[in-house]
């Protein structure tokens, strides 16, 4: 199991860890749910920029562009 650190910056937020495996679960939810990354973002207790910077970036990785 690979971990990566997410860094905040600014605000003396402490940096979080997340398992690729758990940002890939955060996608296929947004995906499979038809909810907004934000709604996916709130239940998970999760900052919607963070969801939606991972959930761009995988879009751009599988070849969907910019959306």
Known sequence: MRFRKKRHQGGG???KWYTE????????LVD???RTVAAVARELAISSESLHGRYRQAKTDRGYGRF
């Open 21 to 28: 495996e758990v940002e890939r679960d955060e996608i296929a």
């Open 13 to 15: 937020k402490c940096a």
């Open 32 to 34: 499979s749910s038809g």
